[in-house]
T-cell receptor
């Protein structure tokens, strides 16, 4: 149980385009999902906390108009990188908290975004 | 944002050796978590610790929640090549959506 998927696993896009990344909890309902960004050989950096049915809470320094988060259902959260630029190239990872497993987060496999 | 002090930063060991890594924090946590991340993958939870002083094992892995609630260690016994990866500690408190505070990671290489 507690499987989280992400789609796509890898995306290459042109500068100026927008890219949507999906995060799904496959066998449980996740009221809270988290979006992270990770640079090579670095730790995970929390971008935002996504609560189903409400606006996401963004971490300091993360532009909410640049990184649009939608958590429309209990099994799906999306991150849209708008008007992507090469500096947005990174590894984006989502996680979901399992109801009942109060303190544990389970992670998706990540999405590698490359902006040309 | 806040990050935890994790050491060592990297380790290169021989297969069969034991490994120890630790995390320290300036503030206390209610929960300590240890994750392993393989290249190009998301982190996978190894061990979760919920009580100060708690010692928990998962196969060859053993982790402890420090009595001061400001530190934790992870030991790997009799390392094997598939132990290669980056190990992260994370601390968590109730409230604030229980977001994780991450260590900087320990990169482990195992020489067969």
């Amino acid at each position: 149980g507690a499987v989280v998927s992400q789609h796509p696993s890898r995306v290459i896009c042109k500068s100026g385009t927008s890219v949507k990344i999906e995060c799904r909890s496959l066998d449980f309902q996740a009221t809270t999902m988290f979006w992270y960004r990770q640079f090579p050989k670095k730790s995970l950096m929390l971008m935002a906390t996504s609560n189903e049915g409400s606006k996401a809470t963004y971490e300091q320094g993360v532009e909410k108009d640049k990184f649009l988060i939608n958590h429309a259902s209990l099994t799906l959260s999306t991150l849209t990188v708008t008007s992507a630029h090469p500096e947005d190239s990174s590894f984006y990872i989502c996680s979901a908290r399992v109801p009942g497993a109060v303190n544990e987060q389970f992670f998706g496999p990540g999405t590698r975004l490359t902006v040309l | 944002g806040q990050q935890l002090n994790q050491s060592p930063q990297s380790m290169f060991i021989q297969e069969g050796e034991d490994v120890s890594m630790n995390c320290t924090s300036s503030s206390i946590f209610n929960t300590w978590l240890w994750y392993k991340q393989d290249p190009g993958e998301g982190p996978v939870l190894l061990i979760a610790l919920y009580k100060a002083g708690e010692l928990t094992s998962n196969g060859r892995l053993t982790a402890q929640f420090g009595i001061t609630r400001k530190d934790s260690f992870l030991n790997i016994s009799a390392s094997i090549p598939s132990d290669v990866g980056i190990y992260f500690c994370a601390g968590q408190n109730a409230g604030n959506n229980r977001k994780l505070i991450w260590g900087l990671g320990t990169s482990l290489a195992v020489n067969p």
